[in-house]
């Protein structure tokens, strides 16, 4: 059997490590429909889609197996707020024996354009509350994530309120169409690969997203 080349072989480490699919978001009714609850209800989705059990609660985590791509995959909400998410995250992948490059972050991102997405192997916070808190419990921040992006605020506007604001309407109708198309990308980067997702989904306009003047009566 001849040796798999470089590149193959990095594919299928990678295709291997993804076992967790993590959506960060704020517990409680009144968060459901902010923009910092993306990660969350993208979570959701793949778990409605994919025909999943409802989460039952483990320690400050909530947690639910589905199959995805053929694959056994746990989805993971705390069940704190988003800037303690580090602390429950870490708690429970050590209980479950899952390291933190093996877990898939899913996280709203306000220096990205309203709409896009995009996969990153691993880097920085970018200021965002709910990934300075895995950096600083997991110890690296060499967690795959993926990144939904929800724009910059209006210069007058502070971020921490602009990402707890509830979305506009014309927010909420493109993230209906977003969503399922995030949903599709998530699917292919637990079947064939990070990199994979990251050459099909990264730059690539999403289906219906809104145009500058559309956004800015919600913004």
Same mark, same amino acid.
């Given at each position: 059997?001849?040796?798999?080349?470089?590149?193959?072989?990095?594919?299928?480490?990678?295709?291997?490590?993804?076992?967790?699919?993590? /959506?960060?978001?704020?517990?409680?009714?009144?968060?459901?429909?902010?923009?910092?609850?993306?990660?969350?209800?993208?979570?959701?989705? %793949?778990? $409605?889609?994919?025909?999943?059990?409802?989460?039952?609660?483990?320690?400050?985590?909530?947690? @639910?197996? %589905?199959?995805? +791509?053929?694959? =056994?995959?746990?989805?993971?909400?705390?069940?704190?707020?988003?800037?303690?998410?580090?602390? &429950?995250?870490? =708690?429970? +992948?050590?209980?479950?024996?899952?390291?933190?490059?093996?877990?898939?972050?899913?996280?709203?991102?306000? #220096?990205?354009?309203? /709409? $896009? %997405?995009?996969?990153?192997?691993?880097?920085?916070?970018?200021?965002?509350?709910?990934?300075?808190?895995?950096?600083?419990?997991?110890?690296?921040?060499?967690?795959? $994530?993926?990144?939904?992006?929800?724009?910059?605020?209006?210069?007058?506007? #502070?971020?921490?309120?602009?990402?707890?604001?509830?979305?506009?309407? =014309?927010?909420?109708?493109?993230?209906?169409?977003?969503?399922?198309? *995030?949903?599709? +990308?998530?699917?292919? &980067? %637990?079947?064939?690969?990070?990199?994979? +997702?990251?050459? *099909?989904?990264?730059?690539?306009?999403?289906?219906?997203?809104? @145009? #500058?003047?559309?956004?800015? /009566? /919600?913004?």
């Amino acid at each position: 059997m001849s040796t798999p080349a470089p590149a193959e072989a990095e594919s299928r480490n990678r295709r291997e490590l993804l076992k967790s699919i993590v /959506g960060l978001g704020n517990p409680g009714l009144q968060y459901v429909s902010t923009r910092h609850n993306l990660g969350v209800r993208l979570l959701e989705l %793949i778990r $409605r889609k994919a025909g999943g059990n409802e989460f039952r609660s483990q320690g400050r985590v909530s947690v @639910t197996t %589905i199959f995805l +791509a053929g694959r =056994e995959v746990e989805l993971v909400r705390t069940r704190t707020y988003m800037n303690l998410s580090g602390p &429950a995250v870490a =708690e429970w +992948a050590e209980w479950a024996g899952i390291g933190a490059e093996e877990i898939l972050v899913m996280t709203d991102d306000l #220096d990205l354009p309203l /709409g $896009r %997405i995009r996969f990153r192997p691993g880097g920085g916070s970018g200021g965002h509350r709910g990934l300075i808190s895995l950096v600083e419990a997991l110890k690296t921040d060499q967690f795959p $994530r993926l990144r939904l992006g929800i724009g910059a605020p209006p210069p007058n506007q #502070d971020p921490a309120d602009f990402v707890l604001e509830v979305e506009s309407p =014309e927010e909420e109708e493109m993230w209906n169409r977003i969503l399922p198309w *995030a949903a599709e +990308a998530v699917h292919l &980067a %637990i079947g064939e690969g990070l990199e994979a +997702a990251m050459n *099909a989904y990264n730059g690539a306009l999403g289906p219906g997203e809104l @145009t #500058d003047t559309e956004s800015e /009566g /919600g913004m």
